[in-house]
């Protein structure tokens, strides 16, 4: 099952709200990552965990906070957001692996957020 | 220099054409490349891995990498309109587990 799933697909929140987004893999993957992605660029990495250790935060802002319950789960906690962060965000996942030979990432559908 | 330089397009062929996409990249400790279709809207596919230098076929897909220029493309034969789509090539920088991506080519197969 090569699936990652996310939810919600769209979501629409205002500044004061406060929403999380989930992602979902079931491959044994042991590492899970936030991209964020907007219209006509290239995702953009935001959190790397590898074996639900944060690993990599590529300087988001504290208004972004992840969370990885377990190896199958990751969340993306929101807060105070502010319309520039209105994007596609996309979860991925890949297979454990050293010397970077075993880096595919498989994304999630990814969903639509817009802050008002 | 960007350590992912992506023919940026957009690219236009006719339908049964080759379409033929490139990448460079800067750091020769990289050793996995892919590519990714994204259609519009949509999240990022993978549609091909590379490891070793030459050719990889895959159906319509090859996948074509040379280390020693540092260079690797991606040839569709036979585009078809179903094709049309914006095309990511990624690599790892180094040995890191995260994938730095190119701007990504539009191509579009013309019926």
């Known amino acids: 099952d090569t699936e990652v799933t996310q939810t919600p697909k769209h979501l629409v929140m205002g500044m004061t709200n406060k929403k999380s987004l989930k992602c979902e893999q079931h491959?044994?993957?042991?590492?899970m990552y936030w991209y964020k992605q907007k219209a006509k660029k290239p995702p953009e990495l935001m959190f790397v965990?590898?074996?639900?250790?944060?690993?990599i935060n590529e300087s988001v802002p504290s208004r972004f906070s992840p969370e990885c319950p377990n190896s199958s789960l990751l969340n993306l906690h929101l807060h105070a957001l502010q319309p520039e962060d209105s994007a596609l965000y996309l979860c991925?996942?890949?297979?454990?692996?050293?010397?970077?030979?075993?880096?595919?990432?498989?994304f999630g559908p990814g969903t639509r957020l817009t802050v008002l | 220099q960007k350590e992912v330089e992506q023919n940026s397009g957009p690219l236009s062929v006719p339908e049964g054409a080759i379409a033929s996409l490139n990448c460079t990249y800067s750091d020769r400790v990289s050793q996995s490349f892919f590519w990714y279709r994204q259609y519009s809207g949509k999240s990022p596919e993978l549609i091909m891995s590379i490891y070793s230098n030459g050719d990889k076929e895959d159906g319509r897909f090859t996948a074509q990498l040379n280390k020693a220029s540092q260079y690797v493309s991606l040839l569709i034969r036979d585009s078809q309109p179903s094709d049309s789509a914006t095309y990511l090539c990624?690599?790892?920088?180094?040995?890191?587990?995260?994938?730095?991506f190119g701007s990504g080519t539009q191509l579009t197969v013309l019926p």
């Open positions: 991925a996942s890949s297979a454990p692996g050293g010397g970077g030979l075993y880096n595919e990432q498989f």
């Open positions: 965990y590898s074996y639900e250790k944060l690993s």
């Open positions: 491959m044994g993957h042991r590492a």
């Open positions: 990624a690599l790892p920088p180094g040995s890191a587990r995260q994938l730095t």
